[in-house]
């Protein structure tokens, strides 16, 4: 099966729907398709609309879990930073790709701010500030670590 056909298919329909820009993704797990998309950030006015992001959404709503571990994910384009990140977290440990992320910047759809910021290489993308020690926020982890112990019972 051509999983990246699957998702150029599905990222001309969202382009010539005027849904989304020319990036689509699609996540297996073993023979199975679990997602096949291509990003709706026009649609959905959403900036992390990725298409990695929305089929990694599709992906675990459909499978009942955020672990896809035993899942592959297709690309018609390198991964931005965010991508690789949900990515990770989703536990997916494989990714084929086609277009660069240079052709991306080549092409108007540009990433090089978020990976010239996350390198160190330019830090006025975004000024991140430490706020000190707050007890409400501290109280946070415990407070979760208890629902979930509730929740083993």
């Known amino acids: 099966m051509d999983y990246i056909k699957l998702a150029v298919e599905k990222t001309k329909e969202g382009i010539n729907q005027n849904i989304g820009g020319p990036f689509g993704a699609t996540i297996v797990r073993g023979d199975e398709i679990i997602a096949v998309v ?20 599709e992906a675990c709503k459909k499978l009942g879990t955020m672990d896809l571990s035993d899942c592959v994910i297709y690309a018609t384009c390198e991964p931005c ?37 996350l390198t160190g290489k330019d830090k006025s993308v975004l000024n991140m500030q ?10 946070l982890f415990a407070h979760f670590n208890e629902k979930i112990a509730e929740n083993v019972k």
């Open 38 to 57: 291509g990003n709706t950030m026009m649609r959905d006015t959403d900036p992390s609309a990725h298409a990695e992001m929305v089929a990694i959404r």
């Open 81 to 117: 930073p965010m991508c690789v990140s949900a990515i990770i977290w989703s536990g997916i440990k494989e990714v084929h790709y086609c277009n660069t992320a240079e052709d991306a910047h080549e092409n108007g759809f540009s990433d090089m701010h978020l990976r010239d910021y």
């Open 130 to 139: 430490k706020i000190e020690s707050r007890e409400d926020c501290d109280a």
